[in-house]
């Protein structure tokens, strides 16, 4: 049974920056493509980026720019890096897994496995 653990998350003030990890457990993490989510209070989970297992990168559009993904297969683990962070982009952020059979990124749908979520919160 895959888990994934998030961790990174904080209180920061508008303009700065935080990077989360994801670390999975598992030997076949390289061949999965991983993503994050965040879920803000009171809305839906939205996608926030993605990285394929051939290291394609796909971003939201409210996020392109100012965070970056990647992962490191030989430590199992998917980063997100946030700079510039907003007000708006406090939420609970998850790591997530895709499951096989698709080449959809955005879509919590096609994703098997989730963390449990790490909070973050950006001070005005």
């Known amino acids: 049974q895959v888990q994934l653990v998030e961790s990174g998350g904080g209180l920061v003030q508008a303009g700065g920056s935080l990077r989360l990890s994801c670390a999975a457990s598992?030997?076949?993490?390289?061949?999965?493509?991983m993503a994050w989510f965040r879920q803000a209070p009171g809305k839906d989970r939205d996608f926030v980026a993605a990285?394929?297992?051939?290291?394609?990168?796909y971003y939201a559009d409210s996020v392109k720019g100012r965070f970056t993904i990647s992962r490191d297969n030989a430590k199992n683990t998917v980063y997100l890096q946030m700079n510039s962070l907003k007000p708006d982009d406090t939420a609970v952020y998850y790591c997530?897994?895709?499951?096989?059979?698709?080449?959809?990124?955005?879509?919590?749908?096609?994703?098997?496995?989730w963390g449990q979520g790490t909070q973050v919160t950006v001070s005005s």
């Open positions: 997530a897994r895709r499951g096989g059979g698709t080449n959809a990124v955005t879509s919590e749908l096609v994703y098997d496995t």
């Open positions: 990285v394929t297992w051939s290291s394609g990168r």
């Open positions: 598992g030997r076949t993490f390289s061949s999965y493509a």
